[in-house]
T-cell receptor, first 111, second 117 residues
Framework: KQEVTQIPAALSVPEGENLVLNCSFTDSAIYNLQWFRQDPGKGLTSLLLIQSSQREQTSGRLNASLDKSSGRSTLYIAASQPGDSATYLCAVLYSNYQLIWGAGTKLIIKP | EPEVTQTPSHQVTQMGQEVILRCVPI?????FYWYRQILGQKVEFLVSFYNNEISEKSEIFDDQFSVERPDGSNFTLKIRSTKLEDSAMYFC???????????????FGPGTRLLVL
């Protein structure tokens, strides 16, 4: 079964720290992996998309890596800010064109 | 910046009633999707739609669900006879191209929160 797992489920850190969120997936036959941000009661915003042939993508203070062989991705957030507080979701697009989602990591950045 | 919109933002209905959730995808996008997120659970894929046909659907998308593009702008999800377990946030998304290339980003609407009583 295709599954996506995210750890930790929740994370609280002081402002300014660098942090890493983890995502693992069970099937390496993927098209891409995406990281999304979800704010309470709001929609889903795509942050980074890594194609299966790529190893990382960067956008501003965010860097996402992909290791297909081990079924892992990390989202690195540099110099965290209170505005980064949100739930971060990892989603994997498998060869059946269905996006399978992790349960998310709820991130709180304390001022 | 173009965005996906959804109406209503909230809907309360009685069990057994039919509901229609509406979405306006980004205007030049050709691929459309519905997802749902039951409170406290993972986002789940329901269906994808292209060229007036369903492209993919999950096991969740059974006969009580249907999708339609009734005109050039709207994309709807109909739930024929709602059950308590249909209570969830329903997200619509669209993409310019198909997902097969692995490089298309889906743009999501803000969601419709459906509560079935």
């Amino acid at each position: 079964k295709q599954e996506v797992t995210q750890i930790p489920a929740a994370l609280s850190v002081p402002e300014g720290e660098n942090l890493v969120l983890n995502c693992s997936f069970t099937d390496s036959a993927i098209y891409n992996l995406q990281w999304f941000r979800q704010d309470p009661g709001k929609g889903l915003t795509s942050l980074l998309l890594i194609q299966s042939s790529q190893r990382e993508q960067t956008s501003g203070r965010l860097n996402a890596s992909l290791d297909k062989s081990s079924g892992r991705s990390t989202l690195y957030i540099a110099a965290s800010q209170p505005g980064d507080s949100a739930t971060y979701l990892c989603a994997v697009l498998y060869s059946n064109y269905q996006l399978i989602w992790g349960a998310g990591t709820k991130l709180i950045i304390k001022p | 910046e173009p965005e996906v919109t959804q109406t209503p933002s909230h809907q309360v209905t009685q069990m057994g009633q039919e509901v229609i959730l509406r979405c306006v995808p980004i205007s030049n996008h050709l691929y459309f999707y519905w997802y749902r997120q039951i409170l406290g659970q993972k986002v789940e894929f329901l269906v994808s739609f292209y060229n007036n046909e369903i492209s993919e659907k999950s096991e969740i998308f059974d006969d009580q669900f249907s999708v339609e593009r009734p005109d050039g702008s709207n994309f709807t999800l109909k739930i024929r006879s709602t059950k308590l377990e249909d209570s969830a946030m329903y997200f619509c998304a669209s993409s310019e191209g198909g997902l097969a290339g692995g490089q298309e980003t889906q743009y999501f609407g803000p969601g419709t929160r459906l509560l079935v009583l």
